[in-house]
């Protein structure tokens, strides 16, 4: 494994004093910067941000820099201490920084936050959690920009008043629940509704062992997926409600996940633990039966080998080339029931899933080198790259670096080549002087919340939609095959462009003055501002400026339907209107093209040198 150690062109401590918010949180617990380091670090901790802008960048260029990274930190010793939300740039500029809303006696009880998904490019989703290890609490929005607050489902704590909800939420709109959703529930097309709004959260619950929206407005239950047996999904920890009428269950409890239709609740598969179908394959292609063709009843429950285990945030990326299944976790490799360990580390790793021949392949892990009991992250990048969270289960004197929680982006290695670092974030707490093998135990026991500053997971989101490959090309109109590129993107010019707050709606202009026998189109393939598990909308716009006015015109304009799992868009579209001789260098145009999302609160601006 490489770590990127001898490559950093930028490291960053930051000081978390410069920022109001935390000097009034300091000061109501009469905790001051001339105390003692151990002290300061139960209510705030150190943070290292450590960076290679040109592995962050990838294939994609400079735009994939731009982005920035949100997470709760959160504090336990024998109580919650503290929890932030922070959100920060690559280069470890913190942008946001605030405590979560406090609750209990006199309101100091800081809320944990579990589950984190974006709303929007301003607004993160989150699933509180108000009593520890229960994981009961409502829903609530975190805006970043205002580094506000807000409740939302009218409070519920769950399903039957709080039902260890927490640990994942998925937002549906209503647009996205019409057409994706709704002919596929167990209702049919009929939208029995409870009145209230009509966007839902979807959660789960490891009481009831199912799944189950809320409508935003009144918190009252919309839908049930479940309950599912026990012995396939066991500690609800993850899910998806995806396109085509499933949903993808994960159970930390059973080392498995599995897919369920919607419409009958039956289940299509399952990958992993004592009942799975899939013949699993390990990095070095070995192979190993799924548990299920050596279980003749569904109530037993024999030893099985497993490669994964107690895993975290399983997420469906989408398929690859062979249009098989990918999937990304944190594989904490820990068996909760026997009470270990299972593998030298807890790891990030993807898993191909092929669902007809019902193979399951690890085609990539990445070697931690310490065990954490719970919580955990791996998402897939538009880079290729990978968002990655852990703790260490113990600290000791003799670690070169302790931290109590690393969030890194992983460049993984093609072939034989070793995976490299683009990014790291060290959060550090208290310093741990014990030698090993005692070292400084982080979990009071097995399977609790790590002692130190820790978080269940972590998100990396732009504030407007990737967009690169740009080109304006001319195509020969007899035959329709041969193509010129007249322009292409200058990277050196993109930028975002801030919005004023109301949607665009461009007007095309009807200056036309095509007179060659060429036609001119515009491609260009395009991300979303953030992942999500079903589609969403957008749009784009071609505009010409005159270089002698500074009269600035649309010459085309469509929609964007953004591919789910944070996949490539590709666009091609015809712009008509273009006549060739304007793309020369001296017509005195510059042309550029704007990509928006549904919500507009950035544009992406990719200007484009023509020749």
């Keep these: 494994m490489g770590d990127g150690s001898s490559k950093w062109p930028i490291e960053v401590e930051i000081d978390m004093w410069q920022f109001a918010s935390v000097k009034k949180f300091m000061a109501e617990r009469n905790v001051t910067e001339d105390m003692p380091t151990d002290v300061i670090r139960e209510y705030l901790p150190q943070l290292k941000v450590r960076y290679n802008p040109r592995y962050a960048a990838g294939a994609l260029g400079e735009q994939a820099t731009t982005g920035y990274v949100v997470m709760c930190l959160d504090s336990s010793e024998q109580h919650r201490t503290a929890s932030w939300m922070v959100v920060m740039k690559l280069t470890g ?50 805006d970043w920009v205002s580094n506000s607050f807000e409740v939302i489902c009218n409070g519920s704590l769950g399903i039957l008043g709080g039902s260890y909800s927490s640990h994942d939420i998925q937002w549906v709109s209503s647009a996205t629940y019409d057409t994706y959703v709704k ?90 633990g004592a009942f799975g179908n899939f013949t699993l394959i390990d990095i070095d292609g070995n192979q190993y039966p799924g548990g299920a063709s050596v279980h003749e009843d569904i109530d037993e429950s024999d030893n099985f080998k497993s490669l994964w285990f107690g895993q975290h945030n399983l997420e469906y990326f989408g398929e690859d080339e062979n249009g098989h299944g990918v999937y990304f976790m944190f594989n904490n490799n820990y068996n909760q029931v026997l009470g270990e360990f299972l593998d030298a580390s807890s790891r990030p790793m993807r898993v191909v899933l092929d669902e007809e021949k019902l193979t399951a392949t690890v085609t990539w892990q990445f070697e931690t080198g310490v065990h954490s009991f719970i919580y955990g992250d791996a ?93 304006i090309v001319a195509v020969d109109g007899s035959d329709g095959t041969a193509q010129t590129v007249y322009c292409t993107a200058n990277d050196s010019l993109s930028h975002f462009q801030p919005v004023d707050g109301s949607p665009y709606q461009p007007k095309a202009t009807t200056d036309s003055t095509t007179s060659t026998n060429l036609t001119t189109k515009l491609t260009f393939s395009t991300y979303d501002s953030f992942k999500s598990s079903l589609p969403s909308q957008g749009h784009w716009w071609l505009e010409r400026k005159t270089a002698s006015t500074a009269e600035v015109l649309t010459v085309g304009l469509g929609q964007i339907l953004f591919n789910a799992h944070w996949r490539k868009t590709t666009i091609e579209a015809s712009v008509d209107t273009i006549d060739v001789a304007e793309l020369s260098g001296g017509s005195g145009y510059t042309w550029a093209l704007v990509v928006s999302d549904q919500w507009g609160y950035q544009n992406r601006t990719v200007h484009l040198a023509c020749n």
């Design 93 to 142: 500029e913190v942008v946001a920084v605030t405590p979560t809303p406090g609750y209990g006696v006199m309101g100091k009880v800081p809320v944990q936050m579990n589950a984190l998904k974006m709303r929007d490019p301003h607004r993160v989703l989150l699933g509180a959690n108000l009593v520890g290890d229960y994981g009961s609490g409502p829903v609530m929005l975190y």
């Design 183 to 272: 002919q596929h529930v167990a209702y049919g097309t009929s939208d029995a509704h409870v009145g209230g709004g009509h966007d839902r959260v979807w959660r789960p619950s490891t009481t009831l062992n199912l799944m189950y929206a809320v409508d935003t407005l009144n918190g009252k239950t919309e839908r049930i997926l479940g309950p599912l047996d026990y012995q396939r999904t066991s500690d609800m920890n993850h899910f998806q409600i995806l396109e085509g009428g499933y949903a993808v269950i994960n159970g930390r409890s059973t080392g498995s996940w599995r897919k369920v239709e919607m419409q009958t609740g039956n289940t299509v598969w399952t990958c992993g």
């Design 379 to 471: 998402d897939l990048l538009p880079t290729g790259n990978v968002l990655a969270t852990y703790w260490p289960d113990q600290l000791t004197a003799e670690m070169p670096e302790q931290y109590d929680q690393r969030v890194v982006e992983i460049v993984p290695g093609e072939g034989n080549a070793s995976d490299e670092l683009a990014w790291e974030l060290l959060i550090i707490g208290e310093n741990c002087t014990i030698p090993a093998p005692r070292g400084c135990a982080r979990a009071g026991s097995s399977d609790t919340v790590p002692m130190g500053w820790s978080m269940y997971s972590v998100e990396r989101f732009y504030e407007a939609p990737l967009a690169i490959d740009a080109a």
